[in-house]
């Protein structure tokens, strides 16, 4: 059965430092996302993805996030300058189709990002 | 806005106990609800969803949600657990709009089973 992957599965950064998330959607999915979810809190949206551009965002993702779809397959998350409180794990997901109400998405495994 | 409440942090049960975990969303137009299980170093799975239809709907290894509106409930049971159902629980809604979805998750249940 196809999967979202996500790597790394672990990252420890400095404060300050650029960090790139990479996720891998199902191959026929069209649709991405990111989630976050802080130690000992809710899993929250981040960022909708589609036809190469940013379809919605949380007011979490400000001008430190960006998204990107470099070439077919890899999906990525790029923090700029990593803050303590970005420290938190990290989900991919992706959707076959959107726009209707009747959509799933399928999520990563996660990267638990450790900012120091 | 939207938002999801579950009411149980933390259940411990033993094996073959019954299980209910609660799940109340806040939203008045129309919802899709869903419960992912994350296991232990595992990635969140989709248990099982409703859209419409049956409000009685069952997933994957045994669990089933019961949709009641009036209640704006979801609560999700299965009827004997077992020592692999250890893991946390996530109810999630989908907020539509603008032709865009997102989930709106719960905190989380985390759900421990004891031989």
Redesign the interface.
């Known amino acids: 059965e196809p999967e979202v992957t996500q790597t790394p599965s672990h990252q420890v950064t400095q404060m300050g430092q650029e960090v790139i998330l990479r996720c891998v959607p199902i191959s026929n999915h069209l649709y991405f996302y990111w989630y976050r979810q802080i130690l000992g809190q809710k899993v929250e949206f981040l960022v909708s993805f589609y036809n190469n551009e940013i379809s919605e965002k949380s007011e979490i993702f400000d001008d430190q996030f960006s998204v990107e779809r470099p070439d077919g397959s890899n999906f990525t998350l790029k923090i700029r300058s990593t803050k303590l409180e970005d420290s938190a794990m990290y989900f991919c997901a992706s959707s076959e189709s959107q726009g209707a109400l009747q959509e799933t998405q399928y999520f990563g495994p996660g990267t638990r990002l450790l900012v120091l | 806005a939207q938002s999801v409440s579950q009411h149980n942090h933390h259940v411990i049960l033993s094996e073959a106990a019954s299980l209910e975990l609660g799940c109340n969303y806040s939203y008045g137009g129309?919802v899709?609800l869903?419960w992912?299980v994350q296991y232990p170093g595992?990635?969140?799975?989709?248990l099982l969803?409703y859209?419409?239809g049956d409000p009685l709907v069952k997933g994957i290894k045994g669990f089933e949600a019961e949709f009641i509106k009036s209640k704006f409930s979801f609560n999700l049971r299965k009827p004997s657990v077992q020592w692999s159902d250890t893991a946390e629980y996530?109810c999630?809604v989908?907020s539509?709009s603008?032709?865009?979805?997102?989930?709106?998750?719960?905190?989380?249940t985390r759900l421990a089973v004891h031989p």
């Open positions: 129309t899709n869903f992912y595992q990635h969140l799975q989709l969803k859209f419409s996530f999630a989908t539509f603008g032709g865009y979805n997102k989930l709106i998750f719960g905190a989380g």
